[in-house]
């Protein structure tokens, strides 16, 4: 799935890109979450990374697109932006804060769509071996195979992984999509579970090899024990 960021003061072109990237995912038979954003100051107040690319304008109020591209690379070096503007003349300046491309108002879809491929394709190659979280104040890849478990306590977010923990604000239900399904599952609302690390099922309780106890809700017990079999088949064909 893409998760994508426009950051556009003017709603109907915010629309007809948020429109382009549904139909976009539609076409190529997968999903896509689009955060829209009025202008770069709220965009990089609340930034929290996660996103595949970022579509700007460049001249918007209260932060301009170069602003905000500027600060937005001192936290994040690794998202794809793109600029969507009619400033085609401030081309040379995007290359300072390593712009991917730039698409130049009307916005046709076959141009959108051209960078959504190049966008789609790098997500693959980086996206299907982690996850990128922002934890004490820098954006971070945690390797999939790396991690435990997954926990929420309130709105904390924390990750359990084989070396420490990371804790963060979020939500279990956004991290949850990012995560190969196959992999890992849910055994009650508050934890997400490596299958790679299970060691037992005991009554209600599901054992990782590190001794560590998780309880299992009876909501979540069917669908994470098929999960569990699913997962040991697939391992054992292997």
């Known amino acids: 799935m893409l998760n994508i960021a426009i950051v556009e003061n003017e709603k109907e072109q915010s629309e007809q890109l948020r429109q382009y990237a549904e139909r976009y ?8 979450r689009v955060t829209q954003y009025e202008n770069g100051l709220d965009f990089i107040s609340e930034y929290k990374g996660g996103f595949d690319a970022v ?15 500027e600060k937005l690379r001192k936290v994040d ?10 400033m085609a003349q401030l081309a ?8 991917k491309a730039f698409i130049v108002k009307p916005v ?9 491929d190049k966008i789609r394709k790098e997500a693959e190659r980086r996206g299907v071996s982690g996850l990128w979280v922002n934890a004490g104040g820098a954006m971070r ?3 999939f195979a790396d991690i435990r478990y997954i926990e929420v306590a ?7 992984t084989k070396g420490e923990k990371l804790t963060f604000r979020g939500s279990l239900k956004h991290i949850e999509e990012k995560l190969p399904q196959d992999l890992f599952s849910r055994c009650n609302s508050c934890y997400i579970v490596n299958l790679s ?13 590190d001794g560590t106890e998780l309880r299992i809700s009876r909501p979540r017990r069917k669908q994470f024990l098929s999960s569990l079999a699913d997962y040991i088949a697939g391992a054992n064909v292997k």
């Open 154 to 160: 309130a709105h904390d977010i924390c990750i359990h």
């Open 55 to 69: 579509f700007m304008d460049i001249k918007m109020p209260l932060m301009d697109g170069m602003e905000a591209a």
């Open 77 to 86: 070096q690794d998202v794809s932006l793109i600029f969507v503007t009619n």
């Open 141 to 143: 890849k945690v390797a």
């Open 197 to 209: 690390y299970m060691y037992e099922v005991r009554e209600d309780v599901a054992v990782l090899e």
């Open 25 to 32: 995912a539609y076409e190529h038979g997968g999903r896509c």
């Open 92 to 99: 040379i300046r995007g290359y300072k804060v390593s712009a």
């Open 108 to 116: 046709a879809y076959f141009d959108f769509a051209l960078e959504l």
